[in-house]
Structure formats: C-alpha cells, structure tokens
C-alpha cells in the first residue's frame, strides 16, 4: 500500500532553511502528482508547493514564492520542499500529499492521500 512519510522539520530561527522530505514507499513517478500543504494552529490546511509528474511544473502558494523550491527525485521516490528565509508565519505542520487527478495544485478536499506531517516552528 502507498504510503508517504515525511521528515526534516524542526526548529529554525527567523530567516533561517529547512528542507523537508517526502518519501514515498512505491514508485509514484509515472502516476501521480505530489505537492507540500501546512495547516497552522486554528487555520485551515492550505497548499503551499505541488508537482506535476508528467512535465515537472511547479506551483507555489503566492506568500512562499521566491522562497520556497520543490523538487522530485523519481528514482529515488522523493519529493523535496527547499525552504528558505523562513518568517514566523511559516509555522505550521507541512504535509505530503499525492492526488491521481492530474491537476496544478488541489483543494485539500481533493487530495487522495496525505502524509502524517512534519511540525516547522521559526522563533526566534
């Protein structure tokens, strides 16, 4: 059974990196697409990075662009969320997803399965 599990999370100061990995326990790479989302306490869960297995497009949330990078390594059954210059706001559980709908970046309604997610805290 298709499983992800992530790692990498943690405790950074403002301004600081993380990157967060994803591991799938089947190869994925041919079938679906994957993505990051967090939820933060009290806040709904949004989407935050997703990629398309089929040509490698990326989509970001508008408040992680320019800082955030995703990345796959299909070989390897991974999938990456680089993050930099982190700000408090950033603070929240971030949860691997894959969806077999191919589409830029679903709703979280829309997601097939999820992660059991990794806590990011930025304080200083």
């Known amino acids: 059974q298709l499983q992800l599990v992530e790692s990498g999370g943690g405790l950074v100061q403002p301004g600081g990196s993380l990157r967060l990995s994803c591991a799938a326990s089947?190869?994925?790479?041919?079938?679906?697409?994957l993505g990051w989302f967090r939820q933060a306490p009290g806040k709904e869960r949004e989407g935050v990075s997703c990629i398309s297995s089929s040509d490698g497009r990326t989509t970001y949330a508008d408040s992680v662009k320019g800082r955030f990078t995703i990345s796959r390594d299909p070989a390897r059954n991974m999938v990456y969320l680089q993050m930099s210059s982190l700000k408090p706001e950033d603070t929240a559980v971030y949860y691997c997803?894959?969806?077999?709908?191919?589409?830029?970046?679903?709703?979280?309604?829309?997601?097939?399965?999820w992660g059991q997610g990794t806590q990011v805290t930025v304080s200083s």
């Open positions: 997803a894959l969806w077999i709908i191919p589409r830029p970046c679903p709703r979280p309604s829309e997601v097939d399965l």
């Open positions: 089947e190869s994925y790479s041919d079938y679906y697409d």
